[in-house]
């Protein structure tokens, strides 16, 4: 049976917690699909996860639909979201309405932007046009050069107001759920109190009504895990020490004679 976002929705009346994983390929979709994790973001964080950009603002749509369309191979029956990537949706609702159907077309089956204010509007035209939006508030990556830095949001009343409003204004203009990153545990209790969609959170705390992570930071593989975990995450593996020792074990053994032997010739 297929996730929709009917599916998460009711989650949110029924008071359960859901999850929600990034994936960027088929094989991590399948796995994805197979630990029944409902909902998959193929996210632009694919950029400094997978394509080694130095933050996702380099992402192209035309790579994002390049990942998508694997990750919709891998876990169709799950509820699939494509992240709309900088530059996708800034310039006009024509464009917007133009690559969130591209996503569609990619086998996604809702979108996701990153902003409040101008940011509804567009989520509007979507939904109208039977294209179901997830929002994204709070830290948002593709705003580091706005923000100065990766730098909680909310700490300001006016700013926590902000949020607050933008919160609001997205689920008036359809959006389905709101991403919560980087922002006061207390703040997003609110908001997640005062909406009727469900929140996701990441860096947001315990009282959302679900949580993503990047999987390549559950996994141990990302940059960030490999180099300082930011404090939100959590590592629930270490691969890719794993991935070391792999390789390592491999390549003495080829230096060593080892490998391949006998068994694994053929005769
Ligand atoms: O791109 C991404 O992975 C995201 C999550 C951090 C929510 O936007």
Redesign the pocket.
């Known amino acids: 049976m297929s996730v929709t976002v009917k599916d998460i929705l009711a989650a949110k009346r029924e008071g359960r917690r859901f999850a ?1 994983l ?1 994936a960027y390929d088929y094989p991590t979709a399948r796995l994805v699909a197979e630990a029944e994790v409902p909902v998959i ?1 193929v ?5 400094d ?1 997978v394509l080694g950009y130095a933050n ?1 603002l380099p992402v192209t749509m035309d790579e994002m639909l390049h990942h998508a369309r694997a990750v919709a191979r891998g876990a169709p029956s799950l509820l699939l979201v494509g ?1 709309m990537p900088f530059g996708a949706y800034q310039r006009s609702c024509e464009e917007t309405v133009m690559h969130a159907t591209a996503f569609l077309k990619a086998g996604m089956h809702a979108v ?1 932007m ?1 902003g409040g204010g101008w940011v509804a509007e567009r989520v509007a035209h979507l939904t109208e046009r039977s294209i179901p939006v997830m929002g ?1 508030l709070g830290l ?2 593709q705003s580091v050069n706005a923000f100065g830095g990766m730098r909680v949001q909310g700490k300001t009343e006016e700013s926590r107001q902000r949020i607050l409003a933008d919160a609001e204004a997205l689920q008036a203009a359809g959006a389905f759920a709101v ?1 919560l ?1 980087g922002i006061p545990r207390d703040l997003a209790a609110t908001i997640t109190s005062t909406l009727a969609i469900p929140t ?1 959170g ?1 860096g947001a705390g315990p009282d959302c009504d679900g949580q ?3 999987l390549h930071d559950l996994l141990g593989i990302s940059p960030h895990t490999r180099g300082g975990m930011p404090k939100f995450a959590r590592a629930y593996d270490d691969i890719g020490d794993r991935i070391v020792a792999a390789a390592r074990a491999y390549a003495d053994d080829v230096r060593e004679g080892r490998f391949p032997d006998d068994a694994h010739s053929y005769h």
């Open positions: 929600m990034t973001l996210g632009d964080s694919v950029g996860n996702t992240d996701k990153e994204h948002t990556p991403v990153e996701i990441i993503v992570l990047i």
